[in-house]
């Protein structure tokens, strides 16, 4: 995506960003004024991100992402992506589609979570019934709710492959399990930074900077704060930037 304005002014940066501590770079900066200003100007969905009083749904702060690139035609822009869900979806104008999107119509995710939905709902009427074999069903239906999610889980990160720029692949259960925690966290690999590289490598695009900023409502249990620049997350990407950035020469760790 071309920058609005000409960017003859700003020099290039000489290595790609330290994703878990960085000064963002000039180009990042003014790729995400682009990116704010789109968010607070388009018509196209609605989402609450609890900066409208009365505005209706939940408030769900976001964090978003751009990244600088350099094309195959040598030219100079930037791609701009949020974490997980917006607007209840994955596409949107200006911003990039995941690296698996799971929620086509028919989809095994759909269907499970309408079977989970079901379980749910089962539950919530024996609830209400109190009876003794109410009660016995509702812990063979918590259990069987248990492995249904565990499962669903299992077979999403199945679906997720990860590329770097040397065109290897590898899949987000492999990358996990040289981990630590061998079993990825929920919502790994739906962040705005894998997003980002994968498309950039999928398309031969030279990634030339990164970054990261919160858009919303600070979370109750969090610091981050709206409009402000955050590092990448290090529970979910760190595992998968690590592949994604092989062989890219970094910026020093600022830490």
């Not at 701009?80 to 589609?97: E, I, N, R, V």
């Not at 079901?118 to 509702?138: F, M, P």
């Amino acid at each position: 995506m071309p920058f609005e304005e000409s960017i003859e002014a700003y020099s290039l940066p000489e290595r790609f960003t330290y994703p878990f501590n960085y000064q963002p770079h000039p180009l990042c900066v003014l790729a995400a004024q682009d990116v704010q200003l789109h968010l607070n100007t388009q018509k196209e969905w609605e989402h609450n991100f609890g900066l409208v009083d009365g505005q209706a749904g939940a408030v769900i702060g976001k964090m978003f992402g751009v990244l600088l690139v350099k094309t195959e035609q040598n030219e100079i822009g930037y791609l701009a992506a949020f974490s997980g869900k917006l607007a209840g979806g994955y596409h949107h104008a200006k911003f990039l589609p995941p690296v698996f999107d799971a929620l086509t119509e028919n989809s095994f995710l759909n269907i499970g979570m309408q079977e989970l939905s079901r379980i749910n709902e089962e539950i919530k009427t024996l609830h209400e019934l109190e009876t003794t074999e109410g009660i016995e069903k509702i812990s063979s239906l918590q259990k069987l709710r248990k492995e249904n999610s565990t499962a669903l889980q299992a077979k999403l990160f199945d679906q997720f492959y990860f590329l770097n720029q040397a065109g290897e692949e590898k899949s987000l259960r492999a990358i996990f399990q040289a981990t630590l925690n061998p079993n990825p966290p929920s919502g790994s690999g739906e962040c705005a930074a894998p997003k980002l590289l994968q498309y950039s490598f999928q398309h031969n695009m030279k990634p030339l900077a990164m970054a990261e900023f919160w858009w919303g409502v600070s979370p109750k249990s969090d610091f981050r704060k709206h409009g402000s620049f955050y590092p990448a997350c290090r529970d979910k990407c760190e595992p998968i930037l690590a592949f994604m950035l092989a062989g890219i020469e970094m910026d020093e760790n600022q830490e």
